[in-house]
């Protein structure tokens, strides 16, 4: 392991850290998301580079298929509910009174 | 100063993250995942794979990252916070180097960091060989054997895109 690892494994610590913290707008929480997925695509490539395994290079292709899959139903979540209620602000997803 | 290039790049890639992390209005965030996708990219062609990092720029940022941005300019609001003009961000900014800055130099004293691996400073310089490999580059070789040995995931990415597609349809269908 090396400390370019250690760095990239503190981004994804931080964004996951920046996920589960709300503020005002929904769309930061997907953005969060997609540094997420950034940070887990640089650590896998790095580690499949470093140890030569060769077939596992195509791994981070996939995970960046299914991520943006994840974020594109996660944009018309938004967009549904940008139309519904004017902005997107957490604060008006309150029908769940619990 | 050369030979420290990748760690920079990731001190920095950690840095934009940390600014997206601290939850500006989006279309600042947006900035900093592009700022932290370069970076990556960078970190990925010094380790080798050319390949995989244009990926990055091309279908992560120039895909992902323009959708983003045009929903973000839809739904933004007159007065975009910046990470100066609140106090709560720049707070949360700070904090976040501050703990980036206090790792970067625990592990510039002490050459080893164990947590749950052990990592250690020497892994930058030392290659795993297992032998040549010719003339032909071996992530390359590895990602066109997506389509012989990978046929089935082709198969299931393909699928689960054109469901993706069929779910955003009805979400997107209202009424």
């Not at chain 1, 997420?36 to 140890?51: D, G, H, Q, Y």
Request: proline share 1%; with cysteine.
């Amino acid at each position: 392991m090396s400390l370019v690892h250690i760095n990239i494994l503190m981004a994804f610590t931080m964004s996951l850290t920046g996920l589960l913290m709300y503020r005002s707008h929904l769309m930061s929480a997907l953005l969060c998301l997609e540094g997420m997925v950034l940070s887990l695509f640089i650590l896998a490539t790095l580690t499949i580079l470093n140890s030569h395994f060769t077939l596992a290079n195509m791994m981070p292709i996939i995970l960046l298929v299914f991520a943006a899959c994840e974020a594109a139903i996660g944009l018309a979540l938004l967009i549904m509910i940008s139309n519904t209620y004017g902005t997107d602000y957490v604060q008006n997803l309150n029908l769940l009174q619990c | 100063m050369m030979m420290y290039i990748v760690f920079i790049m990731s001190v920095i890639f950690v840095i934009s993250i940390v600014g997206v992390s601290s939850k500006p209005s989006p279309i600042y965030g947006g900035l900093g995942l592009i700022v932290s996708g370069a970076m990556g990219c960078g970190i990925v062609f010094s380790f080798g794979g050319s390949f995989l990092g244009l990926m990055v720029f091309l279908i992560y940022l120039g895909g992902m990252l323009v959708v983003f941005g045009y929903t973000a300019a839809m739904a933004t609001e007159q007065y975009p916070e910046a990470w100066i003009s609140n106090k709560v961000v720049l707070g949360g900014f700070l904090s976040g180097l501050v703990v980036e800055f206090l790792m970067v130099l625990y592990v510039l004293w002490g050459e080893k960091v164990s947590f749950v691996f052990e990592f250690n400073g020497l892994g930058d310089w030392v290659i795993y060989d297992v032998g040549e490999s010719g003339v032909f580059s071996e992530e390359i070789m590895g990602i066109a054997a997506l389509y012989s040995y990978g046929t089935w995931l082709v198969v299931v990415t393909g699928w689960s895109l054109f469901i993706g597609v069929v779910a955003i349809m009805e979400i997107t269908r209202g009424n």
